[in-house]
């Protein structure tokens, strides 16, 4: 099985009834884009930039962040890469940066939200992406977007910034979906954003009101809630509507178990650890499309986690 899954590895993964799933891997630097293009990932679905900002003194110079990026582009030859920008606040701090002390961080300046108080980040680090070439294999990716004018702003002040370089080119600019509220509006936000990419990791915090980083409530966080289930079938229908892809990469596509929901319900790329690339394109290689999509519209009726987790024992005992 190992050799087979070895000889698949470049090819991208379709299903047995031929629907194609991208599996991308997520990275935090460029020795992890190595190890996923060995792996036979089909593109880079996260890049974590705060690689380059943390265990230092001060923010990396728009030049250290130009040549980083393009390291990371060099490295997935012409396989398209998503960059997503700084993601600090919440669990992620960088202390040199002085973001105001906030009493509810997780629900404070994160994300694209720490524009508010210190744009020049943002501008900085998009200016240095817009540099990049091509920019076609180049896929921006903003967090913690929750209403549609941040969107609207944001590829705005991208345009403001091109046209100030002058460049013409624009590349893809995508939104995580993981508040809920981004969830809800997917098909508001689809008509502005190229792609949307499913942070469960964070939506499931948010949607749980549950501290992703508090142990006492580890058990109950299961991005295979059915609640959780229900928001990203909404976010899928709404980008289905303005013809937009959708990605997850969360930790909950890294799960083998919960592949099989994931595909029915729509998704169209899902981005793993860099070890569970070539299980992940071999798991999709054995599921049809139709049956995962059966599983997933009894999942979206079921009251639980563990009920949707029995359901995937009972079809899939081998793979679990
Ligand atoms: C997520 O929230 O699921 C996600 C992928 O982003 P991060 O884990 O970096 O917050
Ligand atoms: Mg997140």
Not at 55 to 63: L, V
Not at 291 to 316: I, N, P, T, Y
Request: proline fraction near 5%; charge should be negative; include cysteine.
């Amino acid at each position: 099985r190992r050799q087979a899954m070895m000889v698949h590895a470049h090819s991208h993964a379709r299903t047995v009834d031929g629907r194609e799933i991208e599996v991308a891997v997520n990275i935090a630097g460029v020795s992890d884009a190595q190890e996923g293009v060995r792996m036979g990932a089909d593109g880079v679905g996260l890049t974590r930039t705060e690689f380059l900002f943390s265990e230092r003194q001060s923010a990396p110079s728009i030049q250290e962040q130009v040549t980083s990026y393009q390291a990371i582009i060099d490295t997935l030859a012409h396989k398209p890469v998503i960059i997503r920008t700084l993601d600090v606040g919440g669990d992620k701090e960088v202390p040199y940066l002085q973001l105001p002390q906030e009493e509810n961080p997780v629900l404070g300046l994160r994300g694209v939200r720490s524009a508010l108080v210190r744009p020049e980040l943002l501008d900085v680090q998009l200016s240095a992406l817009l540099q990049v070439k091509p920019l076609s294999q180049l896929r921006i990716l903003l967090p913690m977007i929750t209403q549609v004018a941040e969107i609207k702003h944001i590829r705005a002040r991208v345009d403001e910034l091109a046209t100030q370089l002058g460049i013409s080119e624009r590349p893809q600019l995508g939104i995580m979906i993981e508040v809920p509220a981004a969830a809800i509006m997917a098909e508001s936000l689809a008509k502005y954003a190229d792609f949307f990419s499913i942070g469960s990791n964070d939506l499931t915090q948010y949607t749980m009101a549950m501290d992703r980083c508090n142990p006492h409530l580890a058990a109950q966080l299961d991005a295979l809630n059915p609640a959780l289930l229900r928001l990203i079938d909404m976010t899928v229908k709404g980008a289905q509507a303005h013809q937009k892809w959708v990605g997850v990469c969360g930790a909950v596509a890294s799960e083998l178990e919960a592949v099989p929901i994931l595909v029915g319900l729509g998704v169209n790329e899902l981005s793993v650890s860099v070890p569970l690339v070539p299980e992940v394109k071999d798991l999709v290689r054995t599921l049809s499309f139709a049956d995962c999509q059966r599983l997933a519209q009894d999942a979206l009726r079921l009251e639980s986690a563990e009920a949707v987790r029995g359901l995937m024992k009972q079809s899939f005992g081998k793979t679990s």
